[in-house]
């Protein structure tokens, strides 16, 4: 992987303004020309890979089960991924541990990122779309390496979401096509799939390999959940009861089921109670 390419790429400007980035021609061809649909068959046959690895899916494939029935068919077809039908995917969770290419890939990309990343593997036949639209409450960087594939993106609905979203016939309505944005990757080339953006992807050669890197960021709403659990104790205004004049309604009981108002009138009651106190004793407490 050549970082200095994405550097000049515009990758990292792109990551934080949470913008799609395609670089074309990422990864130098012959690190990855082996890893072909005849390759990952050979993976199954000659290795033990266990099952929480892989599953199979496309419109019929409806559990894990029948997943694991059609990969037996793979198996026994010599590695003509024609079996497995038009529109299928298989895909091997945590590739990084099975192919020794991607695991060195996913060691720069972490070093670069400064976490440990994962990454999982897509063999798509043809006309496969995979998984309906959906968004991921990760960064995700698909790097084609076999075939092509198109892929569709939209602006985020749901500004930084936490949880993965498909979108069903009713509000795939709610995604204008003139918002959306496409993008084809080709052997070799890197796309950036910001967080939070509604995507899906299909394979029109006869066949697609791809790796997606799942980036998952720290969010400065846990962040504050430490600082705080840290700060609750260090600080004597942070341990400080709150007077029984405050009338607590129903804020008493905490967890998650504070309601707009709770949250509102805990709000006030920290803002006025940190406003009588000055910013030099609370940094002349903690840097005591
Ligand atoms: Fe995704």
């Known amino acids: 992987m050549d970082i200095t390419k994405l550097t000049n790429s515009g990758?990292?400007?792109?990551?934080?303004?949470?913008?799609?980035?395609?670089?074309?021609?990422f990864l130098d061809e012959k690190i990855f020309q082996n890893i072909t649909p005849k390759y990952i068959h050979s993976l199954f046959a000659t290795q033990k890979m266990s099952d929480e690895y892989y599953y199979f899916y496309n419109d019929t494939v409806k559990n894990l089960h029948e997943s694991k029935d059609f990969?037996?068919?793979f198996l026994k077809a010599s590695g003509d991924i024609s079996i497995l039908g038009q529109e299928s995917t298989l895909i091997i969770r945590?590739?990084?541990?099975?192919?020794?290419?991607?695991?060195?890939?996913?060691?720069?990309?972490?070093?670069?990122?400064?976490?440990?990343l994962n990454s999982n593997l897509y063999l798509s036949t043809s006309s496969s779309t995979g998984f309906k639209m959906h968004h991921d409450p990760h960064y995700v960087f698909a790097v084609q390496l076999y075939g092509a594939k198109k892929w569709i993106l939209h602006p985020p609905k749901v500004e930084y979401p936490q949880l993965r979203y498909s979108f069903n016939d009713v509000n795939l309505q709610e995604l204008k096509d003139s918002d959306s944005i496409s993008f084809t990757t080709e052997q070799g080339d890197m796309l950036l799939?910001?967080?939070?953006?509604?995507?899906?992807?299909?394979?029109?050669a006869d066949a697609s390999v791809h790796i997606t890197v799942g980036y998952d960021p720290i969010r400065w709403g846990s962040v504050l959940e430490k600082l705080m659990i840290v700060l609750g104790t260090e600080l004597s205004i942070l341990r400080a009861p709150i007077p029984l004049?405050?009338?607590?309604?129903?804020?008493?009981?905490?967890?998650?089921?504070?309601?707009?108002?709770?949250?509102?009138?805990?709000?006030?009651?920290?803002?006025?109670?940190?406003?009588?106190?000055t910013l030099e004793k609370v940094s002349a407490e903690l840097l005591r």
């Not at 990758?11 to 021609?25: A, D, G």
């Not at 945590?94 to 440990?116: A, C, H, M, R, W």
């Not at 799939?193 to 029109?204: C, D, F, N, V």
């Open 11 to 25: 990758f990292f400007e792109h990551l934080t303004q949470n913008k799609p980035l395609l670089i074309k021609s």
């Open 71 to 73: 990969l037996g068919t």
């Open 193 to 204: 799939i910001p967080l939070g953006w509604p995507h899906k992807a299909a394979t029109h």
């Open 245 to 277: 004049s405050i009338n607590m309604n129903g804020v008493q009981e905490y967890g998650n089921n504070l309601d707009k108002d709770d949250v509102r009138l805990l709000l006030e009651m920290v803002r006025s109670y940190l406003s009588e106190k």
């Open 94 to 116: 945590k590739v990084q541990d099975v192919i020794p290419e991607v695991n060195s890939l996913l060691t720069q990309f972490s070093q670069i990122i400064g976490y440990s």
